[in-house]
């Protein structure tokens, strides 16, 4: 049986708690994942992500879905929301943005599998998802 003083393991841990405010940074953060030996989905959901049209500079506004089963970290939410936050100035099609955000966090974590979605709000009379995902959810 776990004690409840102390169920996760947080050293190297920076961002959480920091009581930081500034400028975000595209700098993640995990912590070791403790149940290796069992599938556990891991879902994000992101209702705040800003980012720029590539041609016009104006603004787009997207919800964020990030899910994936770990391997040996799991991805800690600060670090998510500070690295999220960082592409508020960023000029991308949805397209880029999903697929970067994909193999960033994939090749940070190495999880099992991971799958990114983006609902992009209406513009122009068209709203946009965008769904990537590598791994394999069955290993």
Known sequence: MTTPEKLSDTSGLTQLGSGQVGKPERRLEAFPFRHTGRTTRVTFHCNEFTCLCPLTGQPDYA??????????????????????????????????????????????LEPRWMRVRGRFNVRGGIAIDVEAERGNPAD
């Not at 994936?68 to 670090?79: C, F, G, Q, T």
């Not at 929301?81 to 940070?108: C, G, I, M, P, Q």
Request: aromatic fraction near 18%; hydrophobic fraction near 50%.
């Open 63 to 108: 919800q964020f879905e990030i899910a994936y089963i770990p391997a040996a970290r799991a991805l800690e939410s600060k670090s998510l929301k500070n690295y999220l936050w960082s592409f508020r100035d960023t000029r991308a099609f949805h397209e880029d943005l999903v697929n970067v955000l994909l193999d960033d966090l994939f090749a940070f």
